[in-house]
């Protein structure tokens, strides 16, 4: 569960969940975060309980996952704290008309 301080005191603003994916001899294992935020949570929120998990995170496992373009800005801007990269996009990923970017996990 994601936390933030707000003007009531700490409040759940999020929840999220992780897919394992990958293993066996061939391929690493994976997570695969997802989230879903609460109506209440502000852009600000968002942005430090994502970096906060995805620091955690990536000191567990190497994470991966692929946004709609329309939410992708906001996985560049969290980018730029070092924590993941955009590795590509997948035309027509969601159907004919969406594509997805993919992010990645940067460094330990």
Request: charged share 20%; hydrophobic share 45%.
């Amino acid at each position: 569960m994601a936390s933030a301080m707000t003007a009531k005191g700490e409040r759940p603003v999020g929840a999220f969940f992780v897919e394992y994916v990958g293993g066996g001899s061939l391929v690493r294992l994976e997570a695969e975060p997802h989230v879903q935020w609460f109506a209440w949570a502000s852009p600000r929120n968002r942005i430090e309980a994502t970096v906060k998990f995805l620091v955690e995170l990536k000191r567990v496992l190497p994470f991966r996952f692929h946004v709609t373009e329309s939410d992708a800005e906001f996985f560049f801007h969290i980018g730029k704290y070092g924590i993941l990269r955009c590795v590509g996009k997948v035309h027509h990923y969601f159907g004919a008309d969406r594509g997805a970017f993919l992010f990645q996990s940067v460094g330990r």
